[in-house]
């Protein structure tokens, strides 16, 4: 394999080139937002893009490192901002870095036990979600939230637990400030 | 382990907080650039810093990400630009991921059977290292080279490979502009 490159675009967050652009509509993310009236209503009102991940893919191998960006652009569903599905690697015992390179916003973490973390993003803020750890990366500003990320080449994705179960903690305005609250569906009420 | 979070301050390349700070002086780097006499002339003004590395450690286990910042400063030895002394990893098939935050510069990689290839560096930038490629950072430009990177936690660094016989490969100003040339001390002249 050769070395290759890319640049990423501020402040749109392209990558160019890129090998895989992933593109998530409100649509894709039923039953993860709490306010559900609130969600219905945006969909009837068209289905907007919550969300894009571009990224160069590498061989799924343990010593390779896939990397890109995320774009989480803004808005929320009723008091709660738009974020990414999120999601455990399905290799568990796998990290993940993130760099904000624009933005701003929160990346909330939980693993299996029960614990949880929320983060800050802002331009300049590196963020290590340890091995076992699930993450979503929250957009709580006006302007898209880019980040950049690396992975081990055979961490994969797990998102299907997040979509069951949710996550503990939500990201909500709340007197115009971004906080944390409980998750009212954790577990699978949704 | 918990999520833990940095910043990265530009256009320092500082990383608030980090967990080890290296610096490399002209010293150091004995035989590692080809005029012989610009260097011992350098030495004798004085060992200026040629590059800093700020990281934040993680356990060395191959789904754990080390991360952080390399910063060369500007300068020249001779015609030859300053850069990093440059390494294979000792666990040889593991990748890294450089992102150029500020500056300009290249990274210039080689494998161990005589493949080279040299990448530009300017902000945006994202050159992917692959498993088993040697590789050196080179401030080509007239400010600090800014250089956020991710590696596996197992990876390791082997320093001595390159300290023996150099890179194939030299960055030079050559007419006002950089060059890459042969090194003719290469494989362990110096």
């Not at 990423?8 to 652009?21: A, D, R, V």
């Not at 893009?49 to 490192?65: A, I, K």
Request: hydrophobic share 35%; with cysteine.
């Amino acid at each position: 394999m050769k070395p290759f490159a890319s640049t990423l675009l501020i402040p749109t967050g392209q990558l160019q080139p890129h090998s895989q652009h992933v593109t998530r509509r409100l649509s894709s993310m039923r039953g993860q937002y709490a306010d559900l009236a609130a969600f219905e209503r945006m969909l009837e009102q068209g289905d907007p893009l919550v969300y894009e991940v571009f990224e160069n893919q590498v061989p799924s191998r343990p010593g390779e490192l896939a990397h890109g960006t995320s774009v989480v652009h803004p808005g929320r569903v009723g008091d709660e901002y738009f974020m990414t599905k999120g999601h455990f690697h399905a290799v568990p015992d796998t990290a993940e870095v993130y760099h904000c390179l624009s933005g701003q916003g929160f990346m909330v973490l939980e693993t299996a036990e029960g614990e949880w973390a929320a983060e800050e993003f802002v331009p300049g803020r590196i963020v290590y979600v340890p091995p076992f750890w699930a993450h979503r990366s929250v957009n709580a500003g006006d302007t898209d939230l880019v980040l950049f990320f690396a992975y081990p080449g055979n961490a994969g994705h797990d998102y299907r637990t997040i979509e069951e179960r949710g996550f503990r903690k939500r990201l909500v305005e709340k007197n115009g400030a971004p906080t944390v609250v409980d998750n009212p569906h954790w577990g699978g009420g949704a």
